[in-house]
């Protein structure tokens, strides 16, 4: 018997039988105040995955065969026709017909604070407002899929993600700083029985009491409520949604026992409980100023494994298909490598992202990059383009503006318009 | 609750206008001047008032004539008035006023009604004659006062209070016990909760100025300094390392340090606004670098915070619903606009490293090769960043809209309320400094005034804080007169002016438990309510795990001084000097690459070993990698590169506990997502006041389960260690009490306790336990 066979039925069961006993599919309709504003939205959730430092486009999913800029990396043949990927990324390559390339990236942000800030918010960062990223926006206007989990979530994210910005503070991703630890402090801590923990909310329940009979704020009892929640999660089966240990060993050995691994391990199965958005940052430093080459040989064999597993996954499960999967970075790297470094600088004038999934046509390239890599050369896509593509296959409201707490109007793409023959 | 509580800025102004003390019943005419010029204000006069350079449709409403002579008002006939009809319409209507194309909100019906029953009772304006679009200068000779008039001065903000609420027909409430005192004015002033010692020494005191000597010795100690900060940091959006390349923690610095040397508000804002020179020799200059690049957006904030005025939209078009042009904001950037990190990149040259030209030179000569010459580059890189004057000037945007002959042409500086302050190129930050601190600036004083207050009441005299303008009336108006003429005779005195508020009798009321009407003004009945921020939340947890909390600074404070060291060195290095040094880094680049590459071969050899589950090979690879680390260290030892790194805790206070326990003030910006601080809301600096304080369910877990509610319950930890010399049972319940909630427990709580952890096996754990998982715990009593 083919134990990967096994394994992937058994959790195909299990994501049938969360749809039919858990409700969530249906919950996910009832609850969405706003279920199709758009032409038939096809991604139900998104998976983010964000590489900080800024990746090299023509080492990894651009290559320019044979040029010099190649420092020697050669290009190989993918499942999609005609398209070729770098050589470190060769697992990828096997997946490369769920996904869709945009080699025409370009953007004016050189900066990795401003260059982040753009690829998450579509607007330029500037102190007198901050905007959410896309995660507030999807929970804002489409709403939670499960009531009962958080319907944007961070995994490894960095300490400078725009969060909701001027949105309210319940749609900022409840981050996961390490994902095989699953949601922070959910665990009773080592030596505290369960006892113990029934003895002691009972005491805090009876103290508390006296003080919220005299004190009818409404802060002071959602404090008692959001406390009785976190006792119900802590008890409940839907925390299990982020227990990536809950995997088997050969699933969690496909995606890697790094961080991004385990990140995207469980951004799957976050998916698969019905959580909206969820970010994975790579742990990484893509920022290869010096000895590029090097410390690209190290890094992409990991990245490689997780993508195409994620992927794989995604696909073999069924899940593919409502799921949006997009590879975003602040920039690319310039082609010409540093005489003195042997480094890559930063570049935004040109690079690539991806999507796969969740309604997007698979083993296409969407624009195309100059001979070397420096430019654009055909059809070139800003960040605020690329976003408005994430929106329009959720099925968001392009043209739909909210207003910030001083009045002033944002859409969730900015000015961007959606990649239309990406669609299927 | 800061983003949530903002929502419709504009409508909070207007309930807050409408429900004035001098609210007439519902059957009276309303008061022109109180009830209807704010609407006229906020509503019309962008357009329509003299302000507008055309006003629309040639009809303006800014003058008692204009409205008469209007045609849109009939005097008895609402139904008949298009100031009226206009704005009944369908919002899709283009005839609808105000357009709300452009921004602005559409009447609600209480605001319809207020119109139709003046202009129904004969749309009088009383002896109001017209809008002065300048809001005057204010009069201000008073004598100085010192620190010693303090008491005087809370007398007479107790008569002020008391004839409120003589008027009112209301009062304060009950005077607040020494138990919620000593824990409230800890956190306001100290920024956490007392220690078991501080309390119990202030509840046992008989002295009758007890609470007078506590405030000034709390506004005396570093945890002042340490607690100011936070508030100071919300409001300039410190970030320890924002700024590109350079050590932004040394304006934070900066601002410490002015607090703790007590420097006068006006200075404090004066050396902000007139700063130059380089980061380490002036950490002022931070306040520019921390906007690089965006002059206007600068002036955005500035305003916001020392004028409690916004006008950003004005930064694009005229402010949709206040009389602010695009005029008026380019002519008040135009004051800071020639600073050289400002507006371009003059900030960052090597114009303005003064050994440049010799080290050119001196590189020509030497025959300098790339290598050399790009650490000569590095080497300056620093000293590259200056913050200077220029004579450049701020020109109108090729979209201006209000004259398209200026575009293109520059701006003349220019305030917009107050004295005017004509300044040319070469002293316009002094002019506008001198301008802006001046007590008969009418928004400065009274700025800061109204946020100091709310930082110790819960809410402003005039809400929201940054909403100061001639139609905003303050619920008290002498109050915050008296307030803000007092704060400026005490030479803006932060210290002084908070005694006047702490001493007062509405700051030693119980406080108000329920939140007000969103709108409705402070009732000056009490402190509101509130939850602990972020910081004071750490702050408070930490004052249960580590002694003398308030003196711990972090480890990495030798490692500031070395760097602040050596840029000071640098600075005054001679170009022969900085060539050698930059050959020296040359020599140390090439070892230090080589270095690097040796520890990516050794990386990429771990990985493959450990996935071989090879462990005597992982050993081995470990120790090499430890021995180049080394021996690197030792190399950049001998090129002075090192840091003192990894230093140990010595002191024997701390050193059982983690080197990460210092006060959220020590702590460098931006913190990790998974930080309690973060959870609990703590800003991150990106806009002005960007906390945050909803309850959320990782709030509760982290009080449950976190690692300081784990340390707090460890046997050897501090708050523990206090409670062994108590005698027995009743005093250790006690002592818990006091240590968390700074209080005794009732009679009836105190049985509760006993009863619940009479067969517990850890009684003294379930009670800290349940102590920090109280609500109580998370409020300023």
Redesign the interface.
């Known amino acids: 018997m083919n134990p990967l066979r096994d394994e992937i039925s058994r959790r195909c069961f299990l994501q049938r039988y969360s749809k039919t006993f858990l409700g969530v599919s249906v919950l996910g309709l009832a609850t969405s105040p706003r279920a199709a504003e758009n032409p038939a939205p096809r991604a139900r959730s998104v998976i983010y995955i964000y590489l900080r430092g800024g990746l090299s486009h023509i080492d990894t999913f651009d290559p320019k065969p044979g040029r010099p800029e190649m420092g020697g990396v050669r290009a190989i043949p993918t499942r999609a026709d005609g398209v070729q990927i770098s050589e470190w990324l060769p697992l990828f390559a096997n997946q490369m017909r769920h996904v869709a390339l945009v080699r025409s990236m370009t953007s004016t942000q050189g ?1 990795h604070d401003r260059g982040n800030y753009l690829a998450h918010t579509s607007y330029f960062m ?5 905007h959410p990223a896309h995660g507030a926006w999807a929970l804002r206007r489409l709403g939670s899929i499960n009531p009962l989990l958080p319907g944007n979530v ?1 995994i490894n ?8 910005g ?5 749609l900022a991703p ?5 994902p095989a630890a699953g ?7 080592e030596r ?1 029985t369960e006892a ?2 029934v ?6 329940q ?3 009491d ?3 009979a ?7 009892a ?6 009785e ?3 119900s ?2 008890r409940s089966r839907d925390l299990g949604a982020f227990d990536i240990s809950q995997e088997s060993r050969r699933t969690q050995e496909q995606y890697g026992s790094h961080t991004f691994g385990k990140g995207c391990l469980l951004a799957r199965r976050l998916v698969e409980h019905g959580v909206r958005f969820i970010e994975v940052e790579e742990g990484q430093n893509w920022d290869t100023h ?2 590029h080459l ?2 690209m ?2 890094m992409t064999p990991s990245l490689d494994q997780t993508l195409s597993a994620l992927i794989g996954d995604l696909h073999d499960c069924g899940l593919l298909a409502s799921t949006l999967v997009v590879l975003a970075t602040e920039f690319g790297r310039s082609p010409q490598i540093s ?3 042997e480094g890559r600088g930063h570049h935004p004038s040109a690079f690539t992202w991806w999507l796969a999934g969740g309604g997007i046509k698979g083993g296409v390239v969407h624009g195309k990059s100059d001979e070397a890599g420096h430019n654009v050369a055909e059809n070139s896509v800003t960040m605020p383009d690329f976003n408005a593509t994430i929106a329009r296959a959720l099925g968001i409201d392009l043209d739909h503006i909210e207003r910030s ?5 944002f859409t969730v793409a900015n000015s961007g318009r959606p990649l239309e023959s990406l669609f299927a | ?1 800061i ?8 409508l909070v102004i207007f309930a807050a206008v409408l429900s004035g003390i001098e609210m007439p019943a519902a059957a009276q005419s309303p008061d022109f001047q109180q009830q209807i010029l704010p609407l006229l204000y906020n509503r019309c006069f962008s357009c329509h008032s003299e302000k507008a350079g055309k006003p629309k449709g040639g009809l303006r409403l800014d003058s008692a004539e204009a409205i008469r002579d209007s045609g849109v008002v009939v005097a008895g006939k609402p139904e008949e008035s298009e100031l009226l009809t206009r704005t009944a319409l369908a919002l899709t209507d283009k005839r609808h006023m105000p357009p709300l194309k452009g ?1 602005s ?1 559409p009447l609600n019906d209480t605001e319809r009604d207020l119109l139709r029953r003046w202009i129904a009772d004969g749309a009088k304006t009383g002896a109001w004659k017209s809008f002065a679009h300048r809001e005057p200068a204010v009069a201000f000779e008073a004598a100085p006062l010192k620190r010693t008039d303090v008491p005087q001065l809370t007398r007479r903000v107790d008569e002020l209070v008391e004839a409120y609420h003589r008027a009112k027909g209301s009062r304060l409430n009950a005077p607040v016990g020494d138990e919620a005192f000593v824990r409230r004015v800890y956190l306001d002033v100290a920024g956490r909760i007392p220690t078991l010692a501080e309390s119990t020494q202030f509840l046992g005191s008989k002295a009758s100025d007890k609470r007078a000597k506590l405030i000034d010795t709390l506004l005396q100690s570093e945890a002042y300094v340490s607690h100011t900060f936070n508030w100071k940091a919300d409001l300039l ?1 410190l970030i320890s390392r924002g700024i ?1 390349g350079q050590p932004a923690w040394m304006y934070e610095d900066w601002v410490k340090e002015s607090i703790r040397s007590g420097m006068d508000y006006d200075k404090f804002v004066r050396n902000l606004i007139t700063a130059k020179g380089y980061l380490w020799e002036n950490g002022a200059v931070g306040f520019y670098l ?2 690089l690049g ?1 002059p206007l ?2 002036m ?2 500035l305003s916001r915070v020392f004028l409690g005025t ?1 006008i ?2 004005a ?1 694009c078009h005229d402010h ?2 206040e009389p602010v042009t695009q005029r008026d904001f380019y002519q008040l950037t135009a004051y800071t606009y020639g600073v050289s990190n400002l507006y371009s990149s003059a900030g960052y040259s090597t114009d303005n490293v003064k050994q440049w030209n010799k080290l050119l030179v001196l590189m020509k000569d030497a025959n300098a090769d ?2 050399l010459r ?1 650490s000569v580059s590095g080497t300056i890189a620093p000293l590259k960043r200056l913050t200077r004057d220029t004579d450049h000037l701020l020109k109108y945007p090729e979209t201006y809209a209000n004259d398209v002959k200026a575009r293109g042409t520059p701006v003349e500086c220019r305030t917009p309320f107050g004295d005017e302050a004509p300044a040319s190129a070469d002293n316009r930050r002094e002019a506008f400094a001198d301008w802006l601190t001046s007590p008969r600036n009418p928004r400065f004083a009274k700025n800061i005034s109204n946020r100091l207050w709310k930082r110790v009441m819960g809410m402003g005299l005039i809400e929201p804080v940054d909403s100061l303008s001639p139609v905003n009336r303050p619920e008290h108006p002498e109050l915050l007169e008296f307030l803000t003429e007092s704060f400026a005779r005490l030479g803006f005195d932060e210290r002084a002016y908070l005694a006047v508020l702490l001493n007062s009798r509405v700051y030693q009321s119980e406080s108000v ?3 007000p009407e969103p709108g409705l003004p402070f009732t000056f009945q009490g402190p509101l ?1 509130r ?1 602990l921020s972020a910081e004071q939340l750490w702050d408070s947890l930490l004052t249960l795990l580590v002694e003398d909390l308030d003196a711990r600074k972090p480890l990495q404070g030798d490692q500031d001084s070395v760097i602040r060291e050596r840029l000071v060195r640098l600075t005054n290095m001679t170009a022969d000097e900085l060539l050698d040094l930059s050959k020296k880094m040359a020599e140390f680049r090439v070892i230090q ?1 080589k270095h ?2 040796e520890v ?2 050794l ?2 050899a771990l ?1 493959q070993a450990k996935e071989k589950g090879d462990a005597d090979a992982v050993r081995k690879i470990g120790q090499k990698q430890a021995k180049a680390n080394a021996g690197f260290e030792q190399m950049k030892k001998a090129y002075d590169t090192s840091l003192p790194t990894s230093k140990k805790e010595t002191d024997p206070r701390w050193t059982k506990v983690s080197p990460l326990w210092v006060r959220a003030s020590e702590i460098r910006t ?5 930080h309690f601080l ?2 609990f ?1 703590q800003s ?1 600096r ?2 002005i006041d ?1 906390f ?11 009080l ?3 690692e300081l509610t ?1 340390s707090a319950l460890e046997e050897k930890s501090y708050v523990r260690s206090r409670l062994i010399p108590l005698n027995d049972k009743n005093e250790r319940l006690q002592g818990a009490f006091l240590s968390i909630l700074a209080r005794r427990p ?1 009679a ?2 105190a049985a ?2 006993q009863k ?2 009479q067969s ?1 096996p ?1 009684p003294e ?3 800290l ?3 920090l ?4 715990f ?2 300023i009593p």
């Open positions: 900066v500037t102190p007198t407002i901050s961070l994210g960095s300490s400078q993600h725009p969060g909701s001027y949105m309210p503070a319940h409840l981050p996961i700083p390490d949601l922070q402090n959910s665990a009773l801590p505290v113990d923990f003895r002691r909310t009972q005491l805090a009876a103290l508390g006296d003080f919220l005299r004190t009818p704020h409404p802060s002071a959602a404090y008692r409520k959001v406390h929640e976190a006792v999660l802590m010096n000895d090097v410390a040989r190290r005489e003195t470094t707490p001083s009045g002033r109007p | 609750m983003r949530t509580c903002r929502s419709s800025t504009t921004g909100q959006r590109p921390r906007d965006m957006d600068h955005s904030n916004r950003e939209c930064q949709p619903y790339e290598g790009q438990r329920t939140p309510l939850r690459r690097s590459i990516e071969v990386k990429v990985k931006p913190i990790a997502l998974g973060r959870q809301g991150d990106r806009e960007a945050n304080k909803s309850p959320n369910l990782t709030h509760s877990l982290a449950m389960n976190g784990r009732t009836d709580e509760r306790c619940l952890l517990s850890t754990q379930d009670l336990w349940a102590l998982n109280s609500p109580e998370l409020f």
